[in-house]
């Protein structure tokens, strides 16, 4: 039975509508006119329990809106929401037991509070008892590597260390649902390395269901099974990464380093899309020439220092789906 289900959900807003001129400004301060905006436009979509899940799209495309409305913070405008079994909106209070929430952006420490005093309170907050407190204060500390900086105020803490903490306390109710939001932004790549280790570990020791929305791409690929593409409120796309590789990549892609650097592929069905002096990136379609035949051709015809095949760049084919789309 899904966790998360939304059917058909749509979320608009009364905007006020922006006057040109001295006059229509005054006249405005009378009488304002409003426009309808859409954020999310007739959504649909199901989440079982433990699944990794990448919701994505350019900003302003539905996301933030989305989330909150999961979260119980927005009501839809149409449409059905149910999680874990309650209506968000309706049970706001029951809702926020269940689910941990962390924005990348915005902080729910505080800021003169060591991190154990901050684990305490919301201990109080969510009323975890002792037991289990302390079990999953021992297990974040460990697993996220927190105990040299426990005792200190979140003022000292250094922007991975306080993202660490953000985590910690997003789970420490033992939350069924984790809304994630750019929680490596602003990091090092030490640092979001031990944030995606953290959230895979957490999901497989806890059974935890995690909804990602990043606009790194590394994030989605080395967290995510399954993706939702969204643009302008509606959905583009929705399963599994590697169906969406294979099913929307323009083609295969070859790194190659030629002992001569001015080599010419003397091939059409092979395009050389990016080259940095003897390396060159070269794209073909399977359809019109095999990994193989490619392969042989360069080998054959080139002194070769270095080949790989390499996966379809997840952030290109989103990039070009997404320039079609704007283009229609």
Known sequence: MPIIEMNDVSKTFQVHKRTVGFWNTLKSLVHREYETKVAVERISFSIEPGELVG????NGAGKSTTIKMLSGILTPSAGAIRVDGRVPHDN???NAMHIGVVFGQRSQLYWDLPMIDTFELYQKMFRIDNGRFRRNVDFYVELLEMGEFLNRPVRQLSLGQKMRAELAVALLHDPKIVYLDEPTIGLDVVAKSRIRTFIREVNKEKGTTVILTTHDMDDIEQICSRIILIDRGSIMYDGTLSDFKSGFSRGHLLSV????EDAELGEKRLQVVKSEGPRKQILFRSE???VGEAITHITRNFKVLDLQLKEPDIEEIIRDLYGKAKAN
């Open 55 to 58: 919701y994505i799209g350019p």
């Open 92 to 94: 706001r209070r029951a």
């Open 257 to 260: 380093v030629f002992a001569d």
């Open 288 to 290: 019109e020439i095999s």
